[in-house]
C-alpha cells in the first residue's frame, strides 16, 4: 500500500468523527482485506455506493464485505438481476446491487429500495450514480479508480456523507 490511508476530517465543526478516508492505493488482496474488516466490522445499517469504472474494483470489494459480514454462500454478480440479498450466522442482511442497467432512477422502487437500509443490514451499490438522486443522506461513497501504469492497484477513497457509522481505514 502507498499514500496517506486517512485524513481526518471533522464531519462538522467540534465533532471527532472523520468523514474522509484516503486516499490510498491497494493491491487486490489489499482491497479485499479492507473489504472483510469493513465487514467484520460494520455496525448496520450501512450503505456503502461504491463507485469506478468497469474493472475498478467494485464487485471485489462488494463481495469481501459481504464476506467480512459472515456471508459464505456464492455470491454471483447482481448484473442482471439487479439485486442479490444474503444473510449471515450473525443475523446481518446484505444486500448487493449492481445498477449499471438500470434506465430510470424510479426503477428502483421496485426493488424494495424503500425497504434497504434498515436495522441489521449493509448495503452495497454497484453504479449507483443511476440512482444518485435517490440515495439515502447517511451512506459512505467509495470511489475506486485505475492507476496508470500499475493494472494491479487501486486508488481508493471513502467520502461520509450524513450520519453513516464509522468503517476502519484501509490500513490499521
Not at 465543526?13 to 474488516?37: H, M, N
Request: glycine residues 10%.
Amino acid at each position: 500500500m502507498t499514500g496517506g490511508a486517512r485524513r481526518t476530517t471533522p464531519a462538522s465543526p467540534g465533532s471527532d468523527r472523520v468523514c474522509d478516508i484516503g486516499p490510498v492505493e491497494l493491491t487486490e488482496p489489499e482491497l479485499e482485506a479492507w473489504g472483510r474488516r469493513i465487514g467484520e466490522n460494520a455496525e448496520p445499517p450501512l450503505v456503502l455506493a461504491l463507485r469506478g469504472e468497469l474493472g475498478a474494483g467494485k464487485s471485489v470489494l462488494a463481495r469481501a464485505v459481504a464476506r467480512g459480514a459472515g456471508v459464505t454462500s456464492p455470491m454471483p454478480s447482481p448484473t442482471f438481476n439487479l439485486l442479490f440479498s444474503y444473510s449471515s450466522p450473525a443475523g446481518v442482511t446484505v444486500h448487493h446491487l449492481d445498477l449499471y442497467r438500470l434506465e430510470n432512477p424510479a426503477d428502483v422502487w421496485e426493488l424494495g429500495w424503500a425497504e434497504l437500509g434498515r436495522a441489521h443490514e449493509i448495503v452495497l451499490v454497484e453504479w449507483p450514480e443511476r440512482a444518485d438522486s435517490i440515495l439515502p443522506p447517511d451512506r459512505w461513497d467509495v470511489y475506486l479508480e485505475h492507476v496508470e501504469g500499475r493494472p494491479d492497484v487501486r486508488r481508493v477513497r471513502a467520502v461520509r456523507h450524513g450520519n453513516a457509522g464509522d468503517i476502519p481505514p484501509p490500513r490499521s
